[in-house]
């Protein structure tokens, strides 16, 4: 990673409101995966579509706040911000995911584009990709990426929101796949490929290309598999506040890591700590900025 310049980390996809028992906050996987890599040092850039509403421009108010480039965020004059109600039980969430939001609409516009194209990392995932017009736009901006881009597919499957064929179309657009120990199970059938974790992701990596596929286990840490390594890394235990956000966490900081070149192994085990703090923080995008620049210092190799 350059230390003159930060580098471009793109959350492509769904930019919404979490509507939680207690009020509602900013979130979607790819906007919370821009906003934690923004902590630990890039420059998050979020590209979505919002609505001409006034929650449109509340979020944009608060992802200013946060810091993040917001020049690829599009304006729907037709169609609401995106709404998701969430209801936690024990700190799981479950979700409901409204539908014919301004994000299912995103198109491939000039900002976007531009954008795709200064990015040194780009996170984009299933749900966003439930209508055809975001799923083609979506696709289009990330072949537009540089060779040398990370092109990391979070699967995060929600609902009933994902088919085989896109989620395929996605592995080979991938070169790192970020999937947790449930989405496994689920798309191991799905996909006619063994459940054995360590199978499925080495078939994975095989059969479309990715290079690193990571899986995520919650408080058992995280499995990271490529076509010649296995490393089985450990979580560390935390109190749980509530879990949204701490699996996009991860990916931002199995992103930063890698950004920096380290090794694999140091990677997930930085990534596990940095999804675990903000599982113990409330919401999903925790002000950690301090936290996070001291355990960067300390990992460091």
């Known amino acids: 990673m350059s230390t003159t310049q930060s580098p471009v980390v793109i959350g492509l996809g769904e930019l919404l409101w979490d509507d939680f028992p207690d009020g ?22 979020m590209a979505t579509r919002i609505g001409a509403d006034a929650e449109g421009d ?21 169609h609401p911000t995106g709404r998701v109600t969430v209801k936690l039980t024990d700190g799981i969430p479950q979700y409901q995911i409204h539908e014919q939001a301004a994000w299912d609409f995103l198109e491939l516009n000039d900002p976007l584009r531009s954008a795709m194209q200064r990015a040194a990392a780009v996170c984009f ?13 979506i696709q289009a901006a990330v072949s537009l990426t540089e060779p040398e ?12 929101y994902y088919q085989a064929g896109w989620i395929q179309q996605s592995l080979r657009l991938a070169n790192i796949v970020k999937l947790n120990d ?56 935390v109190k749980v506040a509530d879990t949204v956000g701490a699996g996009d966490a991860f990916t931002a900081g199995l992103i930063a890591a890698q950004l920096r070149n380290w090794p694999l ?9 940095v999804g675990g703090m903000v599982a113990a923080r409330q919401g999903a995008m925790p002000e950690l900025r301090e936290e996070f620049a001291q355990l960067l210092d300390q990992y460091a190799p």
């Open 24 to 45: 509602k906050r900013a979130g979607g996987a790819p906007a919370n995966v821009a906003f934690q890599a923004n902590q630990l040092g890039c420059q998050g850039l």
């Open 58 to 78: 509340e979020l944009l108010n608060v992802l200013t706040a946060k810091g993040l480039d917001l020049s690829a965020v599009q304006h729907d004059p037709e």
């Open 125 to 137: 995932g299933t749900l966003a990709q439930r209508t055809r017009t975001s799923r083609e736009a």
């Open 149 to 160: 881009c990370l092109r990391v597919y979070d699967v995060n499957l929600r609902q009933n």
């Open 182 to 237: 449930e989405e496994v199970r689920i798309l191991g059938p799905l996909l006619g490929l063994p459940e054995d974790e360590t199978e499925f992701a080495r078939n994975i990596s095989f059969l479309f290309g990715p290079r690193i596929v990571c899986v995520t286990r919650g408080a058992r840490g995280c499995l990271i598999v490529t076509r010649t390594e296995t490393h089985d890394i450990p979580g560390r235990p």
């Open 265 to 273: 192994a140091l990677s997930g085990e930085f990534a596990n700590r």
